[in-house]
């Protein structure tokens, strides 16, 4: 028999309610949150909020709350997460002070990005924390250098699962089609000068280029990226980031 414990966090305790109601039920709004958690209105907000800023849920155009990606994503394999961390971080925040944006490091889950730390930069302007975000794999620079990095056969067949259905539209998070015929020839591309580009396709106004970490023995584990507002982006700012990060990138050992 479980017992509460004695000390509760009230605040944890209700969004860890509200994971297990999107779980269980699969949507939820605010104001079935709030009778459900007998709290106000404003507060199932906030916290709703903040679950889908962590990625654990979504918000619909009909203001309802879906299960998000952290949800169902599935544990790393290889490397593990906190050795990569341990290893990366001080080489990150070398590499932030060089460039003066912020750092990310992320790796490939199948057709997903997960971003396992961010160091961010010091501007008033910049890309914020993105550490326990999971993104298509195709629209973060990370993740499209990891996908370059896969043998024909085997980017194949990720690219078919990432496709979406025969009819109708594709579910979110799916490459279409025509999506799909696009990116092929750009992962050629990204494979033959190393490093990969994220203009504004995560989101507006954040742009971010990204080359593969790799261990000893030559294969890529993971991917460090540098991200930077639009309005600071461009070719000679984008080369400048490709030089830094490969000297960050040659000075992790694995």
Known sequence: ???????????????????????????????????ELGIARSTAHRLLSMLVYRDFAVRT???????????????????????????????????RDRVSETVNLTVRLGTQTRFLHTVECDQLLRVGDRTGTILPAWHTSGGKALLADLPD?????????????????????RLTEAARRALVP???LIRERGYAENIEESESGVCAVGMCLRDAAGDAVAALSVSAPSVRYGPERARVFIRELRTALDAISL
């Open 1 to 35: 028999m479980k017992n509460k414990p004695p000390y509760a966090i009230e605040s944890v305790d209700n969004a860890l309610r509200l994971l297990q109601t999107l779980r269980d039920s699969g949507q939820v709004r605010v104001s079935d949150a709030a009778a």
């Open 61 to 95: 155009d009909d203001h309802a709350y879906l299960p998000g990606p952290a949800l169902s994503a599935p544990p790393l394999a290889g490397e593990p997460a906190q050795r990569l961390r341990q290893l990366a971080t001080p080489h990150m925040e070398a590499l």
């Open 186 to 188: 750009e992962l050629r």
């Open 153 to 173: 056969t085997r980017l194949t067949e990720v690219l078919r699962a990432a496709s979406g259905r025969p009819a109708g539209k594709p579910a979110p998070g």
